[in-house]
């Protein structure tokens, strides 16, 4: 069955250093992919990062890696950089493909970051 | 520029009224469009999936009679609260994807529901 984990339900983080967001998860399909969004308290959902589970690199984009442990099922957010724009709330999702034939994305609980001047 | 558009972004109701609320896909035809409610504090949970043409598809607990879907065309899903009530108040998301095999998924900015 399909599992998201995220432990932490508050970081904070000192500006210009960097953070890691913890996540791991759970699934049976051997295709699947994984995203880290990020929701600022506008409400509006951010695409941050996307990693394939036959991706053989980590994905980064920008200021946002994902470290990629697949024997592990994690799929840690790392933030470097930490900047006062990034306090808002993380989440981290799966999806995967169904046995009815489409594809259902979950999301884990949220990590809400705070970065501190 | 914006992918997805919700209408309204926010709705007060009164208990035992319905309101609808519209998801548009701006760019692309989206063959297939999700519903997900987000109370205060908490992470997205997904209430349905919407395919063009055909049924939506409820996940477990969800009331479809309760929560009607229609994805009447390829760039339009609604939701509809029927007999809306208080505990029904929430931030609803709307996604789309470009495929059926995309793993790309774009959320509208939400609309958040209150029911008085």
């Known amino acids: 069955a399909q599992k998201i984990t995220q432990t932490q339900p508050g970081m904070f983080v000192q500006e210009k250093e960097a953070v890691t967001l913890d996540c791991t998860y759970d699934t049976s399909d051997p295709s699947y992919g994984l995203f880290w969004y990020k929701q600022p308290s506008s409400g509006e959902m951010i695409f941050l990062i996307y990693?394939?589970?036959?991706?053989?690199q980590n994905a980064t984009e920008g200021r946002y890696s994902l470290n990629f442990q697949k024997a592990r099922k994690s799929a840690n957010l790392v933030i470097s950089a930490s900047q006062l724009g990034d306090s808002a709330m993380y989440f981290c999702?799966?999806?995967?493909?169904?046995?009815?034939?489409?594809?259902?994305?979950?999301f884990g609980a949220g990590t809400r970051l705070f970065v501190k001047a | 520029g914006a992918v997805v558009s919700q209408h309204p972004s926010w709705v007060i109701c009164k208990s035992g009224t319905s309101v609808k609320i519209e998801c548009r896909s701006l760019?692309?035809?989206?063959?297939?469009m999700f519903w997900y409610r987000q109370f205060p504090k908490q992470s997205l949970m997904l209430m349905a999936t919407?395919?063009?043409?055909?049924?939506?598809?409820?996940e477990q607990g969800v009331e479809k009679d309760k929560f009607l879907i229609n994805h009447a065309s390829l760039t339009l899903s609604t939701l509809t609260v029927t007999s809306a009530h208080p505990e029904d108040s929430s931030f609803y998301i709307c996604?789309?994807?470009?495929?059926?095999?995309?793993?790309?998924?774009?959320f509208g900015p939400g609309t958040r529901l209150t029911v008085t």
């Open positions: 919407s395919n063009e043409g055909s049924k939506a598809t409820y």
């Open positions: 760019d692309f035809q989206a063959t297939t």
């Open positions: 990693q394939g589970s036959y991706d053989q």
């Open positions: 996604s789309v994807t470009k495929a059926v095999q995309s793993y790309e998924q774009y």
């Open positions: 999702a799966m999806r995967d493909a169904q046995l009815t034939g489409g594809f259902k994305t979950i």
